[in-house]
């Protein structure tokens, strides 16, 4: 026995590790494989079309702000009168930027050139004047607005997106371009935002590959052309809408890369990541698999190991059934209501019990004898066992009461089985000699109660068998 039980122990050991390496080696391998995959097929460019709609949210606040100002009856009543008084425009400018908190606002007249600004006329611009190439480029496009990246007009110190939006009149006649303009830093900061969100490097370049946006920490000098490996693949990435190119960094990690043009800005959104992050993971997730099913190869053993010592005793010391009728007793009944319900915590289903007792057995045994009592039982055992699925457990639980285990049974189906063993028992006849022996049956019917003892579901079972009895025996009822 304990030969058999070394034996089982072993070969449940081997079978174990066997199955634990294979399916984690498996599984990190066929991870690493579609993780290349995954990254630059979905993951990479889904971050890109996210960042992508977020600048385009980020960007809709200035835009409807210069639509409003572009649109405004003030602005365009004003410029048509000549542009008389100065300080109306100039404090409606200022208003808009105090009330919206962009770092500027602006108007500038197709008719008299004169650049408007929160704190004055600030200059008039000239198609001479590099810097004012970009009013004139509004003057003639056909688009109501257009992003642009330039200095700042009030601060040549300072680099400002702006939101350069076309002013018409009543006729949709080119009168001026007005807007607001946004901070470089506060776009900075959205990358920042981000790079935290997605734990990638996010940057834009322009499009000869110049870095022109990122967040802090990178070096906003350094031409794309200008990292490691990439080489020729700038030009490629720099002449296609978008592009997804993987390639190995100086150090021997696999970089995977998607770029795609942003309209708006004319700049390539360029989101980096590093596999070496994720290979480290996978590395980790390995090593915990294994030390996982380390412990719970440990842990089956120990359960194994106690199991089979404790289900040893146990059947050493018990018979599984009842001598009399071959039915499950009282003890087997119990590991089989404990494994039921185990398995219920895990799958849950309805589970009944049917209490069942011979009506007026002690008359049998007093008229014909205990032989014919024993009779009785075996034919009534037989009787249930005919009308009762595999599943379910018949239990002689003392003297001439039996107990009936149903798995999977609502109490209208318990009901209804209940019924139908009460019916082909009464419709029975025992030989006895001369005689000719029927019974009929008390039963109570109840259902399980998710974590309910044993002892409580028999109690309100036999509640119910005792009120069939006090009804007039021969019948069923269904606990309340």
């Known amino acids: 026995m304990y030969r058999r039980k070394f034996l089982f122990v072993s070969a449940l050991t081997a079978l174990m590790v066997i199955g634990f390496m294979a399916t984690s080696l498996t599984s990190y391998f066929v991870a690493q494989d579609s993780l290349s995959r995954n990254i630059s097929e979905q993951m990479l460019p889904l971050t890109s079309d996210n960042i992508y709609s977020e600048i385009q949210r980020d960007l809709l606040r200035p835009i409807l702000i210069s639509s409003v100002m572009a649109t405004d009856t003030f602005v365009r009543d004003w410029a048509l009168n000549g542009e008389a008084d100065d300080e109306r425009i100039i404090a409606y400018l200022r208003e808009i930027q105090q009330q919206y908190q962009t770092i500027t606002a602006f108007y500038v007249s197709d008719e008299s050139r004169r650049y408007y600004h929160p704190s004055g006329v600030l200059r008039t611009v000239s198609p001479d004047e590099p810097g004012d190439e970009w009013y004139f480029r509004v003057r003639n496009m056909r688009a109501p607005f257009e992003v642009n990246v330039d200095t700042d007009t009030a601060d040549r110190s300072r680099v400002s997106i702006f939101i350069n939006y076309r002013v ?6 080119y009168i001026g371009a007005t807007g607001v303009g946004l901070s470089v830093e506060a776009v900075t900061q959205l990358i920042e935002t981000y790079q935290e969100r997605y734990n990638r490097s996010i940057f834009f370049v322009d499009r000869q590959g110049n870095v022109t946006l990122t967040g802090r920490g990178f070096d ?17 990435i720099l002449s296609t809408p978008s592009a997804a190119i993987n390639f190995s960094d100086s150090q021997g990690n696999r970089v995977y890369m998607n770029s795609r043009l942003v309209p708006e800005f004319d700049w390539y959104l360029i989101v980096e990541q590093n596999s070496s992050t994720s290979s480290q993971q996978l590395d980790n997730t390995l090593l915990l698999n294994l030390g996982l099913s380390l412990a719970i190869m440990v842990l089956v053993l120990i359960i194994a190991h106690f199991t089979l010592r404790s289900y040893q005793r146990r059947l050493e010391d018990m018979a599984t059934r009842d001598r009399l009728t071959g039915v499950a007793n009282r003890h087997l009944f119990e590991m089989i209501f404990d494994h039921v319900t185990k398995n219920n915590q895990r799958y849950a289903r309805p ?4 209490g069942i007792d011979i009506d007026h057995f002690k008359r049998i045994n007093d008229t014909h004898g205990h032989q014919a009592g024993d009779l009785v039982l075996q034919a009534v055992a037989n009787a249930i066992l005919q009308h009762t699925r595999d599943s379910d457990t018949l239990c002689r639980w003392g003297g001439e009461e039996f107990v009936l285990l149903l ?5 209208e189906a318990a009901m209804q089985r209940a019924e139908i063993i009460r019916n082909g028992v009464k419709a029975q006849v025992v030989a006895f000699g001369r005689a000719q022996l029927t019974v009929t049956l008390s039963l109570g019917v109840t259902t399980y109660h998710q974590g309910e003892a044993l002892d409580a579901l028999v109690a309100r079972a036999d509640t119910a068998l005792y009120q069939a009895k006090e009804e007039g025996r021969d019948r069923s009822v269904l606990a309340g």
Do not use: E
């Not at 018409?168 to 006649?173: A, E, H």
């Not at 798995?407 to 109490?411: K, P």
């Open 407 to 411: 798995d999977n049974c609502t109490s």
């Open 220 to 236: 906003q000098a350094m031409r794309l052309q200008d990292q490691d490996s990439l080489g020729q693949l700038a030009t490629q």
């Open 351 to 354: 589970i009944a019990l049917i």
């Open 168 to 173: 018409v009149d009543y006729n949709n006649n």
